[in-house]
């Protein structure tokens, strides 16, 4: 992946972000996931009052990728409104293994601070069934 790709999965990645529903935190994420077909599915941060029922947008770009019919995770880029990087948790970072093993994972905020990893340094330890 270029330099030019990765800045345009950035991209989506924050215009996802405007779509968040955060009445709670007021913490908008969005997230980009590149499938195995080159196609990019976008989600974002969804919070319900009972706290538990939330899910990251990290998880919804990777379920909307299941859902067009993309089986492997290539790169995801995740953006947060902040001014230093914020990775995914450990939920997130578990459902992108499962369907990522050593995708790139990009993760980026409003100042110039960018993290680039793969899944395997996210989750070094990953539950995985081959």
């Avoid at 195995?36 to 947008?57: D, I, K, P, T």
């Avoid at 953006?79 to 790139?104: H, N, S």
């Avoid at 110039?112 to 395997?120: A, F, G, I, R, Y």
Wanted: aromatic share 6%; proline share 3%; net charge negative.
């Amino acid at each position: 992946m270029g330099q030019e790709e990765v800045r345009a999965l950035v991209e989506a990645a924050k215009a996802a972000s405007q779509a968040a529903y955060a009445p709670y935190s007021r913490f908008r994420v969005g997230a980009a996931a590149l499938d195995e077909h080159g196609r990019v599915h976008v989600g974002c941060n969804v919070e319900n009052a009972s706290y538990g029922l939330s899910v990251c947008a990290e998880r919804n770009a990777v379920f909307a990728m299941v859902a067009a019919g993309g089986r492997r995770l290539v790169a995801m880029a995740v953006y947060t409104p902040t001014q230093e990087v914020t990775t995914p948790c450990g939920a997130c970072r578990q459902v992108m293994m499962e369907f990522g093993k050593g995708a790139r994972v990009v993760c980026a905020c409003d100042s110039t601070d960018v993290m680039d990893l793969d899944t395997k340094d996210l989750l070094p330890f990953a539950f995985v069934l081959d």
